[in-house]
Each structure stands twice: as structure tokens, then as C-alpha cells.
């Protein structure tokens, strides 16, 4: 399919050079070179540009290659790509804290300072952020186009209604397998360490969900712009583009993610802000902001379904590939065997996390996400959110623990009342055939 001088992409240059600045000084930085010093703030700034732009390279390349493996496959691996600043941000706090048991024996106990405490602070606030902001947003931005766009609404399946977002039914694979993580992640508060004995389970859970993605069919995606200018391509040229812009993107964000984390954190401690606090709530903000961006892009798009799935993907992969590893990297900065230590608090972090993301599968049940469900997600996020920063840790230990039984009951009612629908849920992310699954791309919402 040969492209035409009508459709240039023109926002690739212009994402291009948004990521340029960042991208130098962060090879810049690794390579020992000189740089000039900057603040805190206009580093952030800098660098939080280079991500962005490294989303929007990262969201045209994902939807170019639809044309190439399943949607599934693609958005897994947009998923995976996205969540790099993550892995970067949180295996250095694990490092550390391995370093640290090494050369001490223990981990550091001052506080917010204990560098075991600082890497499970940084998982547990990014998954509870993705959840808790992410989803959310994906609504709330699909309402609003939706509000503004009602022709276009009627159709869209993945809107069914404003505010309302429908998932396809392949996707149940995403929601099974993030249910399966989040019923062994249960267990994990009542341990005293990350063991490498849960890093083969997580592991495991992550490689049936990547078995089970590439039984998906691939199918004629709707493309349009930049995306529609790349899968226009020839085969062989279109393969280089993606390769590269895959490439550039995740070289972009590895280079970037570490800097642009200590330059969020280092503005709030310039503001007097706990470091704890930082590393649990800014960090990872600035972290998941790769995610979040394309999320919203797809989400502006009406491409509702692929804006909650790709989040609903990374979820998988935190909850999964990234906890599982992290005991693997502990090991190996720390030379033992050992498990990553589990304080009293990082446990209460840990339970109100596997509490929540069950509350999120118990909301997709259905295969959708109504307002109402991510309101509930955002309101209850806002509460610990804000009762970490106002009340000392006894306190803040209580309101989780509430938190915790909101979060449990309200999956035991949903699951209640969607009984049924669960068991095949179940069924239909495990062991159905993928090809034969109704599809709602093409279906108008109107329609059913």
C-alpha cells in the first residue's frame, strides 16, 4: 500500500524533536559527559517532555502494528514498553536496597531513608496509581469526546454511552489473568519477605497470560494519520518503521525515566516534602506517565477499548513481570538467596494494593467500566492518598485497613451479583477459542 503526500506525518517530526532535548541529556548524563546544571523543576520539565513525546511515537507504532499481530499482542507489548520507567525507577530503589543488605547485613532502618522500604513504596504507589488515576481518566476523557462527538458515539462500541467504556471480549483474557496475580498477591502481606519462590509464580502467571495473547486473531485495524501513514507502508518498509520507532521510543524512555523520576522528587523536596511520600505517590506518577499519555491518546480518539486495555495490560505486567522480578534483582544486588524484607507498613501497602486491584477486576467483570465504577476507583484512591500525607503511620495503617474491607466487599458484592458472567469470563480468558469470540470493533453501540 504505497503512501501519498497527503498523509505525511508531520506530528512525527514534532514528537521527535520534543524528545531530543531529554534524550541527549540523558545519554548525555550516562556517558560522563559535560552538561549544564539545571533545577530540579526545568529538569523535570525537560525530561517529562521527552516522555511525552516518546508516548506519542509509542501509541502510533502499537497501532501500526495491528496490521501485523493480533491487537492483544500489540497492546501487551505497548504495555510492556510504557511501563520501562518503571522497571528502571523501581529496580534501582531494589538495587540499593540489596547493596545495602550486602555490605550491612540489614537494610538501613531510618525511616523513610530504609532502602527496602523506598522499593516496595515505589511498586505498591504505582500500581495504585494506575488503578486508582488511570482507569479513571480513560473515562473520563472518553466522556468527554463522547459528549462532544454523539455521532460518532453511536458508532463506536467501545462507548457505548458517555461514560461508559466496553472492553472486547478477547480482553477477558487481560481481567482473568490479572485476577489470578491479584489472588496469589493476597497472600503475599501475610510474609515477611519477597521471595524468589513468588517470582516463579508471578513469572509463570506472566507467561500463561503472554501464551494465551498470542492464540488472538490478527485483524484489519482502523487506522487513520500518522498510524494509518506507517501501516500503509509496504511490508518490508513498514517492519523498519515500526522496528524503529519501537526502538527510539524505549531507548527515549529508559534514558529519560530515571532523571525525570529524581528530578519530580527532588522539586518536592525543594518544596519540603517527605521523600517517602515522593517515592511512593511522585515518583511513580512521573514513572507511569508514558502509559498515562497514551492511554489518554487513545482514550481522545474514542479508541476507548484499546486506551483501558493497554492500562489494563500494564496492570498485568506490574502485578506479574515486575513484582516477580524484583525478588530475582534483590538476589542479585544483595549475592544471597535471601527475600527482598517485608516491614509491618510495606505489608499494610501490600494488602490495601492486592485489595484494590480486586475491586478493579471484580468492576471489569462485565467487560466494561461505567462512571460509576471509576468514580468509586478515584474516591477511594483520593482517601489514602490523602490520609498518607496528613496523618502519622499508626493513623494511616487504620484507614488502610478500612480501606482494604471497602475494597474486599465491594469485590464480593460484584461478584455477587455477576455470578454468572464471571464463570464465563473465566472460561472465556482461559480456555475458549479467541478467533471465535464476538467482537465489538465493527458492531455500532446503537446496535445491541
Known amino acids: 500500500m504505497p503512501t501519498t503526500a497527503r498523509t505525511r506525518p508531520w506530528p512525527l ?32 520539565l525537560m525530561f517529562g517532555g521527552a516522555i511525552v513525546g516518546a508516548a506519542f511515537l509509542l501509541s502510533w507504532a502499537a497501532e501500526a502494528a495491528e496490521v501485523e499481530v493480533s491487537a492483544g499482542v500489540a497492546l501487551a507489548f505497548l504495555a510492556f514498553l510504557a ?74 462500541p467501545s462507548v457505548p454511552a458517555p461514560g461508559h467504556v466496553r472492553l472486547t471480549s478477547a480482553m477477558s483474557v487481560e481481567v482473568v489473568f ?24 508471578l513469572l509463570a502467571v506472566f507467561g500463561g497470560y503472554a501464551w494465551r495473547l498470542a492464540q488472538a486473531p490478527v485483524e484489519e485495524p482502523d487506522l487513520a494519520g500518522t498510524s494509518k501513514w506507517i501501516a500503509d507502508h509496504e511490508r518490508r518498509a513498514r517492519r523498519w518503521w515500526l522496528v524503529g520507532l519501537f526502538v527510539v521510543a524505549a531507548g527515549v524512555i529508559v534514558v529519560t525515566a530515571e532523571h525525570f523520576a529524581d528530578a519530580v522528587v527532588g522539586t518536592g523536596e525543594q518544596l519540603g516534602i517527605d521523600r517517602f511520600l515522593l517515592v511512593q505517590w511522585a515518583a511513580p506518577v512521573a514513572s507511569e506517565a508514558p502509559e498515562l499519555i497514551v492511554a489518554c491518546l487513545y482514550a481522545w480518539r474514542l479508541r476507548a477499548s484499546q486506551s483501558l486495555g493497554a492500562l489494563l495490560s500494564s496492570k498485568v505486567n506490574q502485578w506479574t513481570l515486575l513484582v516477580g522480578t524484583i525478588p530475582i534483582v534483590f538476589a542479585v544486588s544483595s549475592q544471597s538467596l535471601s527475600g527482598l524484607p517485608l516491614d ?80 464465563r469470563l473465566v472460561r472465556d480468558g482461559t480456555v475458549a477459542d479467541l478467533t471465535a469470540m464476538e467482537e465489538y470493533d465493527d458492531e455500532p453501540a446503537g446496535a445491541r
Open 178 to 201: 490479572l485476577g489470578i496475580a491479584t489472588l496469589y498477591s493476597l497472600t503475599l502481606p501475610l510474609r515477611h519477605t519477597l521471595t524468589l519462590i513468588d517470582a516463579v509464580v
Open 13 to 44: 517530526p514534532i514528537a521527535g524533536a520534543a524528545s531530543a532535548p531529554g534524550a541527549y541529556a540523558g545519554v548525555a548524563d550516562y556517558a560522563g559527559l559535560p552538561m549544564i546544571e539545571l533545577s530540579p523543576s526545568v529538569a523535570a
Open 344 to 423: 509491618t507498613h510495606q505489608r499494610y501497602e501490600l494488602l490495601i494494593t492486592a485489595a484494590q486491584s480486586l475491586f478493579a477486576v471484580s468492576l471489569l467483570v462485565n467487560l466494561r467500566l461505567s462512571m460509576r465504577g471509576a468514580t468509586a476507583l478515584i474516591a477511594l484512591f483520593g482517601v489514602q492518598f490523602v490520609t498518607s500525607i496528613v496523618l502519622n503511620e499508626s493513623a494511616s495503617q487504620m484507614v488502610m485497613v478500612g480501606l482494604t474491607v471497602v475494597y474486599l466487599a465491594g469485590a464480593v458484592i460484584m461478584f455477587g451479583r455477576h455470578y454468572r458472567r464471571a464463570r
Open 83 to 156: 511501563v520501562l520507567p518503571e522497571y528502571g525507577v523501581d529496580f534501582v530503589f531494589t538495587m540499593r536496597a540489596g547493596q545495602t543488605v550486602a555490605e550491612q547485613g540489614h537494610c538501613a532502618a531510618s525511616g523513610g531513608e530504609d532502602p527496602c522500604t523506598l522499593a516496595l513504596a515505589n511498586m505498591t504507589g504505582a500500581n495504585r496509581v494506575l488503578v486508582g488515576i488511570g482507569w479513571p481518566l480513560v473515562v473520563l476523557v472518553a466522556a468527554l469526546v463522547a459528549r462532544r462527538n454523539p455521532g460518532q458515539t453511536r458508532q463506536e
